[in-house]
Antibody, heavy 121, light 106 residues
Framework: QVELVQSGAEVKKPGASVKVSCKAS????????INWVRQATGQGLEWMGW????????GYAQKFQGRVTMTRNSSTTTAYLEISSLRSEDTAVYYC??????????????WGQGTLVTVSS | DIQMTQSPSSLSASVGDRVTITCRAG??????LNWYQQKPGKAPRLLIY???GLQSGVPSRFSGSGSGTYFTLTINNLQPEDFATYYC?????????FGQGTKVEI
């Protein structure tokens, strides 16, 4: 079965960087795009961007461009989200999620369990 | 970016009720509209795709409708496990924007 397992919680100081991992199993990582979505405590879902693990192509929401990098290691079937210049507003749960198609329509089908990133001095 | 606006932000309901949540898109998106359910501390779960398609494994009491800029999610015969937050999301273009969520409470 498809499973996305994310790395554990992180605590970082403002200005630092963080790298969250997302290990895929039950399917080939390179066959489906990976999306990253974040959720601040008590807030809604915020879509950050996508990565094609086959080509390495990425697309980021404008809000995150220049500060977010999505990468992958195909040999370890792991996708990564790196955020630099962290600020307190980046405190959130970060989800990786596998894009797919239901009857030909684009959806986000499978989600990781989430990784809490706390930014605090 | 396509803005997605849900209403209401929250609602109170009882077991057995029929509940309707509305989602409006800031730009026409045909039927590229998905609905997700999220429970506290859990990742979202896909319920409805393409505005009205029921995802495999989702109970038939959930239904969706709409096209263009106006969409609805209806839950018939509300069950205790349906108390959660519901999000719409457009898959018409990037960025894949979400609505702000609707919390269904007892």
């Amino acid at each position: 079965q498809v499973e996305l397992v994310q790395s554990g919680a992180e605590v970082k100081k403002p200005g630092a960087s963080v790298k969250v991992s997302c290990k895929a199993s039950g399917y080939s990582l390179t066959s489906h795009d990976i999306n990253w979505v974040r959720q601040a405590t008590g807030q809604g879902l915020e879509w950050m961007g996508w990565m094609n693990p086959n080509s390495g192509n990425t697309g980021y929401a404008q809000k995150f461009q220049g500060r977010v990098t999505m990468t992958r290691n195909s040999s370890t079937t792991t996708a990564y989200l790196e955020i630099s210049s962290l600020r307190s507003e980046d405190t959130a749960v970060y989800y990786c999620a596998r894009a797919g198609y239901s009857s030909g329509w684009p959806v986000i089908e499978y989600w990781g369990q989430g990784t809490l990133v706390t930014v605090s001095s | 970016d396509i803005q997605m606006t849900q209403s209401p932000s929250s609602l109170s309901a009882s077991v057995g009720d029929r509940v309707t949540i509305t989602c409006r898109a800031g730009h026409t998106i045909s039927t590229y509209l998905n609905w997700y359910q999220q429970k506290p501390g859990k990742a979202p779960r896909l319920l409805i795709y393409a505005a009205s398609g029921l995802q495999s494994g989702v109970p038939s009491r959930f239904s969706g409708s709409g096209s263009g800029t106006y969409f609805t999610l209806t839950i018939n015969n509300l069950q205790p496990e349906d108390f959660a937050t519901y999000y719409c999301q457009q898959s018409y273009s990037f960025p894949r924007t979400f609505g702000q969520g609707t919390k269904v409470e007892i």
